[in-house]
């Protein structure tokens, strides 16, 4: 998700239950997505898990902390305090990048994984073939490896 997607997130987005669980893009009042769709993506288990073990005392999942004008905590998170939580979190466990690294990383994770390029596109909210290649950063290992398999099929 971006960073307006992921700030823009309601509880009602979130459905945990079934055989297909999802996040819902989708615009709200005074905010629509960057591309203007809505879609939907599906949580793999342990983001389920990770979602289900969340409070639910917002109607925004991701929640500014308590204030004295605010002492539940109800409050919509801003786009700074989360990048700002995530360098904290990346200094802490001494790791590099930033917000948009992570998408970066999926998405060309996804691709070497022989995900098509469709569904990556339908998961990260791209419509054109040409953005999402600018996106996937097939890792040299990965590069390597499909070239040692080509080599052992044909010998050459």
Known sequence: MRIGEAKHLTW???????????LHVRPKDGWKPKTGDIRAIPLSPRA???LGSLSRHSKWVLTAPPRPSDPKGQRQISERRL????????ARIDLPGH???FRHAFISHAASQAVPEA?????????DTQTIRLYMHIADRTSQSWMQRLHGQHGG
């Open 83 to 90: 990048l700002l939580h995530l360098k904290r979190l990346l």
């Open 119 to 127: 569904v990556i596109r339908s998961w990260v909210g791209h419509v």
């Open 12 to 22: 009602a987005d979130v459905v945990l239950e079934g055989a297909n669980p999802v």
């Open 48 to 50: 389920v898990e990770l």
């Open 99 to 101: 917000l948009h690294t």
